[in-house]
C-alpha cells in the first residue's frame, strides 16, 4: 500500500463547478497534512495546511479524518487558473529534527470554459 | 524574505557521467534543507535532508549524494549518472527545529540522462 493515496484523475470540470479531492494515508503516526499545487512543470507550492477542525481559505476547503486517515479538499466556484495538480502531502517529523513530508502523486484538475 | 536558489534549470548529461546540482537559501538561518525527486509521472520521493552543515541522513539507496558544505548550501552529486536517475530534482527548505514548516521549493532541475 503506498504511503499516501490519491486518484490521479484527470478531474475535468467546468468553470464554476466544485470539484472535491481525496486523499488517504497509511501512516497513523503522521503528525501534519497539506495540500500542495503544482503546475506542469513547476515546482509544487504549497496551498493550506490541514486541521483537525476543517478549514476553510476563500474557495478551498480542507478536512482531517485522523480516525480514517482521511483528508480531503473541496473547491468551490472553479476557475481556470485552478488547472494544476493537487498533491496531498502527510508530514512526520524526523529523528533528529527535520519533517518527511510523504507527497501523493497528484490528482489532476482541468478547468474548462 | 526568505528565497531559494537552485541551479541548473535544465541538464541533459550522458550515462557515466558525473552530477553537481547546488542549491543555495538566502534569509534565513540553519534551515533544514532537503533534496526530492519527481520521476515522470510518480510522486516526489525525498532523497536526502540535512538538518545542520555536515549532517545528511539519506531516505532511500542510490546512486546519488548529497553534502552540506556551507548552512544555506546543498549540493547533491553523483559519480557515475545512470539512466534512472533522470527526473525532476527539487531542493526545499523549512524552518530550523523539530516541525518547522511550511516546506518551501526550488525551481527544480530537470535532468535527463541520455
Known amino acids: 500500500r503506498k504511503e499516501v493515496e490519491q486518484d490521479p484523475g484527470p478531474f475535468n470540470v467546468p468553470e464554476g463547478a466544485t470539484v472535491a479531492f481525496n486523499c488517504t494515508y497509511s501512516?497513523?503516526?503522521?503528525?501534519?497534512f497539506f495540500w500542495y499545487r503544482q503546475d506542469c512543470r513547476k515546482e509544487p507550492k504549497l496551498l493550506m495546511s490541514?486541521?483537525?477542525s476543517g478549514n476553510e481559505d476563500g474557495r478551498f476547503t480542507a478536512q482531517l479524518n485522523r480516525a480514517s486517515q482521511y483528508i480531503s479538499l473541496l473547491i468551490r466556484d472553479s476557475k481556470l487558473s485552478d488547472s494544476a495538480t493537487y498533491l496531498c502531502v502527510v508530514n512526520f517529523i524526523l529523528t533528529g529534527g527535520g519533517n518527511k513530508l510523504t507527497f501523493g502523486t497528484g490528482t489532476q484538475l482541468k478547468v474548462e470554459l | 524574505s526568505q528565497t531559494i536558489h537552485q541551479w541548473p534549470a535544465t541538464l541533459v548529461q550522458p550515462v557515466g557521467s558525473p552530477l553537481s546540482l547546488e542549491c543555495t537559501v538566502e534569509g534565513t538561518s540553519n534551515p533544514n534543507l532537503y533534496w526530492y525527486r519527481q520521476a515522470a509521472g510518480r510522486g516526489l520521493q525525498l532523497l536526502f535532508y540535512s538538518v545542520g552543515i555536515g549532517q545528511i541522513s539519506s531516505e532511500v539507496p542510490q546512486n546519488l549524494s548529497a553534502s552540506r558544505p556551507q548552512d544555506r548550501q546543498f549540493i547533491l552529486s553523483s559519480k557515475k549518472l545512470l539512466l534512472s536517475d533522470s527526473g525532476f530534482y527539487l531542493c526545499?527548505?523549512?524552518?530550523?527545529?523539530?516541525?518547522?514548516?511550511?516546506?518551501?521549493f526550488g525551481n527544480g532541475t530537470r535532468l535527463t540522462v541520455t
Open positions: 526545499a527548505w523549512s524552518p530550523p527545529g523539530q516541525g518547522g514548516f511550511p516546506l518551501h
Open positions: 501512516n497513523s503516526a503522521s503528525q501534519s
Open positions: 490541514v486541521y483537525s
